[in-house]
């Protein structure tokens, strides 16, 4: 089994992103089946190290498919390097208590909702659990702008097709270089990928088809014809194609 977690969130729907990441157990991306709870559970876990018990109630949620609610405290490092957490602040309404910061995870969903502010800013991270045939395992290397333009979360760019070995991929999206822009931020992002399903996308289409022109014009993702949208750098390398054929 192989588990992607997908953050989306931000301060509205103006500036909110996603951020994806391939989980791992014990250095392998390829999880057993009856670990995926524990994987999602060290996932969360790991952000919450103040929760008593947390990594035992996520595992109980998923189990019973209902869901987990706890207070997200404040981290304070002192002079000495000593981290403490700070209990966030609470107010009542009409009979309730209302949290500063509180999260809460769903099991039958398999979605943790975080809220800072009293819920003026939100972020939900979904873990999506797939069984990947070993004869159609692959891997993409992305360059993931976050947020690009009001309403647009995330624009992936490809610029490699689907690598059937996992160190070369790896060792791809480690010397990958992205492109020096002070808006929007951009990652690089290595996810696993069923390859019949990809190839079918119509955004990997879209990819394959600037790679393609990229070639043929002689151009490279780093080159001014280069466009975050793919749409709009397809539409610029086909100008710079039709100039050549002039």
């Known amino acids: ?11 509205d729907w103006h500036d909110s992103r996603t951020i994806n990441e391939q989980l791992k157990s014990s250095g392998s991306y390829n999880i057993r089946k009856e670990m995926v709870p524990e994987v999602i559970a060290d996932d969360i876990a790991k952000d919450f190290p103040y929760v008593e018990y947390i990594r035992e109630k996520v595992m109980q949620a998923l189990d019973q498919k209902n869901c987990f609610r706890f207070a997200i ?5 002192d002079s000495e390097g000593k981290t403490t957490y700070k209990d966030c602040e609470s107010c009542e309404m009409n009979g309730q208590i209302y949290l500063e910061r509180e999260a809460v995870f769903d099991g039958s969903k398999l979605t943790l909702n975080r809220d800072y502010a009293f819920g003026q800013v939100s972020y939900i991270t ?4 797939e069984d990947i045939p070993d004869n159609q395992l692959g891997y993409i290397v992305t360059e993931d702008f976050l947020a690009p333009t009001k309403g647009v979360p995330l624009v992936q760019r490809l610029y490699h097709d689907i690598f059937d070995n996992q160190d070369t991929a790896q060792n791809y999206a480690k010397n990958l270089k992205l492109h020096d822009l002070q808006y929007p931020k951009s990652i690089v992002t290595f996810l696993v990928c069923n390859r019949q399903k990809t190839s079918l996308q119509a955004w990997y289409q879209r990819e394959m088809e600037t790679i393609r022109l990229m070639e043929k014009t002689g151009q490279t993702y780093l080159d001014d014809s280069f466009h975050i949208f793919a749409k709009h750098h397809i539409e610029n390398l086909k100008k710079l194609s039709t100039k050549e054929n002039a």
């Open 73 to 77: 405290k404040a981290a304070e490092t």
């Open 126 to 129: 979904t873990y999506y659990v």
């Open 1 to 11: 089994m192989y588990i992607t977690a997908s953050t989306y969130g931000g301060i």
